[in-house]
């Protein structure tokens, strides 16, 4: 019976170690699913921009516009830092390219962060 006593207050004290460790490893792999899905988001924008912007009789800029509307709608403007269209050359085809920047926090979406850029491609109409 001395030794039931002896374990009192034992499993706050197991609860407490382990969520020492738990907690933060979820939070972690949350966070990780948080920057693929912004990733994933951008990328899939950009690259619908590119190829709104590679219609005959439209330019870059259309593009650009384009892919503000699909990430306003989705994410947050804060993390979206600039985004570009450009008309490149790539093996003599023309080809649009759709660049964003942009930023993502280390700890949610608040806090000091990393920067990257997600691009999306498509091969120009040229009518001919």
Do not use: C
Request: aromatic share 6%; proline share 4%; glycine share 10%.
């Amino acid at each position: 019976m001395s030794n039931r006593r002896d374990e009192r207050g034992a499993a706050v004290v197991d609860f407490v170690l382990v969520s020492m460790l738990v907690v933060p490893l979820f939070l972690g792999v949350l966070q990780v699913g948080l920057f693929l899905y912004v990733r994933n988001t951008m990328t899939a924008a950009a690259s619908e921009g590119a190829h709104y912007a590679a219609v005959l009789n439209r330019e870059p800029a259309d593009g650009e516009e384009r892919t503000r509307e699909l990430v306003a709608g989705v994410i947050s403007d804060d993390l979206v830092e600039s985004v570009t269209g450009e008309e490149i050359d790539l093996d003599g085809q023309p080809v649009v390219r759709v660049v964003i920047k942009a930023h993502m926090p280390a700890l949610g979406l608040w806090g000091p962060g990393f920067a990257f850029d997600v691009e999306g491609h498509a091969i120009k109409e040229t009518g001919e």
